[in-house]
């Protein structure tokens, strides 16, 4: 089976997560680099929600994140993961599922210094995933911190603030056809390379 999916969409599905990327940032209104990422506690108790996808490479799909978010305790407590990328324009989806990986500091400085002051501030202001009372309490912090920079050349990267990567194990593609009769294909690790098979729809 492998031979014909290789032929037909080639034996590298992080190059084809890429393409179809490339494809979607074209037609996509919003966000697509938007995924669902989903994990597990220590309990095996999921929980998912949407992050936006940084970088895919041949290590696999890098995100930033608060490690004391629910995800980055969830993370922590059990590294393995799955991410649903779905581009309505196209009508396709992709779905990963493999381990978690922390990425290397030095990303997660590279990619902290590339976003605006604003969300900078956000992210030292806002102690992701934990209640607060009332708007003006999150708003002083964003103050604090705008105060706390004022006139820096820079703002460092929190020390919580963390790149993660999703190493991949598995990666499917579906490509929606008419009557329900959808287009869908998985590749799977072995050791270090992909093999390839056709699923029902």
């Given at each position: 089976m492998s031979k014909e999916i290789f032929t037909?969409?080639?034996?590298d599905p992080l190059a084809?997560?890429?393409?179809?990327?490339?494809?979607?940032?074209?037609?996509?209104?919003?966000?697509?680099?938007?995924?669902?990422?989903?994990?597990?506690d220590a309990k095996g108790r999921p929980s998912n929600r949407m992050v936006l996808l940084k970088q895919i490479d041949a290590h696999g799909f890098k995100?930033?994140?608060?490690?004391?978010?629910?995800?980055?305790?969830?993370?922590?407590?059990n590294p393995f993961a799955a991410m649903c990328l779905?581009?309505?324009s196209l009508r396709r989806q992709i779905r990963i599922e493999g381990a978690i990986e922390?990425?290397?500091?030095?990303?997660?400085?590279?990619?902290?210094?590339?976003?605006?002051?604003?969300r900078q501030i956000g992210a030292w202001a806002s102690q992701q995933s934990t209640p607060y009372e009332k708007l003006e309490d999150l708003q002083a912090q964003v103050k604090k911190y705008e105060d706390e920079f004022s006139g820096a050349d820079s703002i460092p990267r929190p020390p919580y603030w963390k790149g993660y990567r999703l190493v991949p194990l598995s990666i499917e593609f579906w490509i929606a056809q008419e009557h329900r009769l959808h287009t869908r294909f998985v590749y799977k690790k072995?050791?270090?390379n992909w093999t390839a098979t056709w699923l029902c729809p």
């Amino acid at each position: 089976m492998s031979k014909e999916i290789f032929t037909r969409y080639g034996a590298d599905p992080l190059a084809l997560c890429r393409d179809w990327l490339a494809e979607a940032q074209k037609t996509e209104p919003n966000d697509p680099e938007a995924v669902c990422l989903a994990t597990c506690d220590a309990k095996g108790r999921p929980s998912n929600r949407m992050v936006l996808l940084k970088q895919i490479d041949a290590h696999g799909f890098k995100f930033h994140t608060n490690e004391m978010s629910r995800k980055g305790r969830d993370m922590a407590e059990n590294p393995f993961a799955a991410m649903c990328l779905y581009w309505k324009s196209l009508r396709r989806q992709i779905r990963i599922e493999g381990a978690i990986e922390i990425a290397p500091e030095t990303e997660a400085d590279a990619y902290f210094a590339t976003r605006s002051i604003e969300r900078q501030i956000g992210a030292w202001a806002s102690q992701q995933s934990t209640p607060y009372e009332k708007l003006e309490d999150l708003q002083a912090q964003v103050k604090k911190y705008e105060d706390e920079f004022s006139g820096a050349d820079s703002i460092p990267r929190p020390p919580y603030w963390k790149g993660y990567r999703l190493v991949p194990l598995s990666i499917e593609f579906w490509i929606a056809q008419e009557h329900r009769l959808h287009t869908r294909f998985v590749y799977k690790k072995e050791r270090e390379n992909w093999t390839a098979t056709w699923l029902c729809p």
